[in-house]
């Protein structure tokens, strides 16, 4: 996991067909008609706030690099931001302005990628932030978007079955761990 600079993510996003706009989102660089998406309400608990930000990292494509993205329109209050640094910035305090966008190279280890980026699902589902993951490995515009406490899955026709998968998944199991998990 490294940080990148406002440069550096918009050459990686550019090589997927996403930039980073005015407000600092992650959006596709022409609109992708046969692209669909789900919005979902996440759960308010916090245990299963938890459970379902792992099946979110896990959605994700195993292959490539991830990328996180935190956009501008976040206003964490000192203590939110502490906790976001204390995740990313490893046990240490870091400058959450100054480090908005994090990659997952495809070398890392892939659990522990995922693991982080659970954690980081969670606390802008918690602190109802706004953020965006992107993988090198999914389909054209494919995404999946932390907004206001919701999430929002971006991809092609059999993704977004996927997702919804997924979702139903969750809902008739909210407690159960997705399989990535229980490989740790």
């Known amino acids: 996991m490294k940080f990148l600079d406002k440069k550096e993510t918009g050459f990686i996003l550019n090589k997927i067909g996403m930039k980073i706009d005015e407000w600092n989102r992650v959006i596709p660089l022409v609109c992708i008609k046969e692209n ?13 706030m938890y459970c379902f930000s792992q099946h979110i990292a896990g959605w ?9 993205h935190i956009d501008d329109v976040n206003i964490f209050a000192k203590d939110e931001e502490e906790f976001f640094s204390r995740l990313v910035g490893g046990g240490k305090s870091i400058v959450l302005n100054d480090c908005k966008t994090l990659i997952f190279e495809q070398q890392d280890n892939w659990i ?25 490995a999914g389909s054209q515009g494919e995404m999946v978007c932390v907004q206001d406490g919701y999430l929002y899955f971006v991809s ?29």
């Open 36 to 48: 669909s998406r789900i919005v979902y309400q996440a759960p308010r608990d916090a245990l299963l």
């Open 60 to 68: 994700l494509p195993k292959d490539g690099w991830k990328l996180l």
């Open 112 to 136: 522990k990628s995922n693991l982080t980026i659970s954690y980081l699902v969670y606390a802008l589902i918690l602190f109802e932030g706004h953020g965006c993951i992107v993988s090198s």
């Open 156 to 184: 092609d026709k059999k993704r977004i079955f996927d997702a919804q998968s997924l979702i139903n998944s969750f809902e008739k199991e909210p407690r159960k761990s997705p399989e990535w998990i229980l490989l740790t």
